[in-house]
C-alpha cells in the first residue's frame, strides 16, 4: 500500500505533468494558430507538443515507476512492461516531433541544425534511442553473479536515464524561448515588452523544470 506522503506527490506530479501538457497545448492552439499536417507553420506547432508530452511529461512518468512503493517488492516484471511501455511511447512521440520539425524547415527552406536548441535537442534524442536499445542490457547483467562491473549495473542506465531527462528539459525550456524570440517580432509586441504570450510561454518553461526538477 502507497505511504500516505507518497500520495501527494505522485498526484502533484501527475497534475504538473498535466498542466504542462495542456499549457503547450493551448499555446500552440491560441498564440501559434494551432495544428496542421499539411507542412505550414501550424505543422510545425506539433513538434512542442509532441516533444513537452513525451521527452518530459512520459519519459519522467517513465523514470517514476521504479519510485513506487509496489515496485519494490514481488514480481519486477509488470513494472518493467509499464516502465518500457511508458519509455517507448515517449521515444515515438519524440520521433513524429522531430519529423513534424524537419517537414516544416523543409518546406519553407529553413535551415536544419543551426541552433543550439536543435544540437542539444537531437543529441538528447540520440541519447534516448541508445538508451532503448541498449535497455535490457543492464539490468539483464543485474540478474547475473557475478557481473564483470565494479558497480551495479543498473546503475548506468538510471544515470543515463537522469541525463536524458534534464537534457529534455533543457531542450524544451531553450526551444521556447528560441520560438519567442522568432515569432515576437515584426508587427506584434516584441518580447522584451513581455506580451501575453510571452508570460504564458514562459510559464510553461518554469512548469517544464519544475516537473524535471521534482522527478530528478
Not at 506530479?13 to 499549457?23: N, P
Not at 499555446?27 to 512542442?48: E, I, T
Not at 544540437?119 to 541519447?127: P, S
Amino acid at each position: 500500500m502507497l505511504d500516505l506522503p507518497f500520495l501527494p506527490f505522485c498526484a502533484l506530479l501527475g497534475g504538473l505533468g498535466f498542466v504542462c501538457v495542456a499549457f503547450v497545448s493551448a499555446w500552440c492552439q491560441h498564440w501559434r494558430g494551432g495544428f496542421a499536417l499539411d507542412g505550414s507553420a501550424q505543422m510545425f506547432n506539433w513538434h512542442p507538443v509532441l516533444m513537452v508530452t513525451g521527452m518530459v511529461v512520459l519519459y519522467g512518468a517513465a523514470a517514476l515507476v521504479y519510485r513506487l512503493p509496489p515496485a519494490w517488492s514481488g514480481p519486477k516484471l509488470p513494472w518493467k512492461v509499464l516502465h518500457g511501455t511508458l519509455a517507448l511511447a515517449a521515444f515515438g512521440l519524440a520521433v513524429l516531433g522531430l519529423a513534424a520539425v524537419f517537414r516544416f524547415h523543409n518546406d519553407h527552406g529553413t535551415p536544419n541544425m543551426y541552433s543550439l536548441h536543435s544540437w542539444l535537442g537531437l543529441a538528447t534524442v540520440l541519447l534516448f534511442s541508445c538508451q532503448v536499445g541498449a535497455a535490457p542490457a543492464p539490468c539483464t547483467l543485474a540478474t547475473r553473479a557475478p557481473h564483470p562491473f565494479p558497480f551495479p549495473p543498473c546503475t548506468v542506465h538510471v544515470f543515463f536515464g537522469s541525463t536524458i531527462l534534464m537534457l529534455s528539459v533543457a531542450s524544451c525550456v531553450s526551444g521556447i524561448n528560441e520560438k519567442l524570440f522568432f515569432s515576437l517580432k515584426n508587427g506584434t509586441t516584441e518580447y522584451k515588452r513581455l506580451p501575453a504570450e510571452a508570460v504564458f510561454a514562459n510559464t510553461l518553461g518554469l512548469l517544464i523544470l519544475l516537473f524535471g526538477v521534482l522527478v530528478l
